[in-house]
């Protein structure tokens, strides 16, 4: 049966069920925690700031007091944390899904503390290196997924393999595109090795349409006074953003491969459904090429 019309209240029951969620605490991060944390699951909060982890924490408990809650510190710009990261969470006795949800939007031009364009160093290759990294312990979880979150941004994505790391040129909008895309072409090629290996890991990807986060914070000020006012109109809140997030987290009939957003406004707002891509996100050989180069930039290798 196709999903349709999923929102948070769609979640089922996740008790005995262990997720880690990357940025969970603000934004479509911390609102599917909330979610998750109220259905009885044990969320791991994979995040750079204690302090605004612990924050987060506090919060949900004052909804929800029994909330399963863990503080992983994890710094996506930085390797050796999202190694440290796994360690940690290689200790759990389970972990069933990995939320690759925590990103950055149109900063200036930046480098991660090893050398990338922070963009790309941070929504593709350091979420690339812990999915990689957590693959094995995964693969022992019960219904396991991997949740790799892209954008509509990736429509106007290229992947400038002569440049990967903004040396030459640099553009805000350009390079976040490039990073988005890169997520659905991780997220294809993971989804074909898996099956290829027989693994009982799904790998399923994204998007939350428009929602209002802090992800926009290096927008032009004015742009944000102008809209604010009217956001509500065509934008989803960030509860409403996670409910793709949740779909593919949890929903019973999500089969690997899939992808979804919001079902109204052309993809903007509204409740989950799956949706297609631009046709370059199935692309196989760029895909290929991408993975080898990330592995070579992360010096993770998958085990698949």
């Known amino acids: 049966m196709a999903i349709r019309d999923f929102t948070d209240k769609d979640v089922p029951d996740q008790s005995g069920r262990v997720f880690l969620v990357t940025g969970a605490n603000s934004g479509l991060g911390y609102a599917a925690a909330k979610v998750l944390a109220g259905r009885g699951a044990r ?32 710094d996506l710009g930085n390797l050796k944390s999202v190694r440290a990261a796994a360690n940690l969470v290689e200790k759990e006795p389970r972990l069933d899904v990995l939320i690759n949800n925590a990103g950055i939007m149109m900063p200036p031009l930046e480098q991660t503390d090893d050398g990338f364009e922070s963009q790309f160093g941070v929504n593709h290759l350091g979420t690339f290196a812990l999915t990689g990294l957590l693959l094995d312990k995964l693969s022992e979880g019960r219904d396991p997924r991997i949740v790799i979150t892209s954008s509509m941004a990736h429509r106007s994505g290229r992947i400038d393999f002569d440049d990967i ?115 370059i996100a199935r692309a196989i050989e ?19």
């Open 43 to 74: 969320v791991l909060m994979g995040c750079r700031s204690k302090d605004k982890a612990e924050a987060a924490m506090a919060d949900i408990r004052a909804v929800y007091p029994d909330a399963d809650l863990r503080f992983i510190s994890l």
């Open 165 to 279: 790391n903004a040396e030459k040129s640099y553009s805000r909008w350009g390079r976040y595109a490039m990073s988005k895309l890169a997520n659905l072409l991780h997220m294809y090629e993971l989804d074909r090795r898996l099956r290829a290996a027989g693994s009982p890991v799904v790998a399923v990807a994204c998007h939350p349409g428009v929602a209002d986060t802090e992800l926009a914070r290096n927008f032009p000020s004015f742009m944000v006074s102008l809209f604010r006012p009217v956001s509500s109109l065509f934008m989803n809140s960030a509860a409403q953003g996670a409910w793709p997030t949740l779909a593919a987290a949890t929903a019973g009939e999500v089969e690997s491969g899939q992808y979804f957003g919001p079902s109204r406004k052309g993809e903007w707002v509204g409740p989950a459904r799956e949706v297609q891509p631009r046709k």
């Open 286 to 304: 760029p895909a290929k090429k991408l993975w080898n180069l990330s592995e070579e930039m992360t010096g993770v290798r998958y085990t698949i």
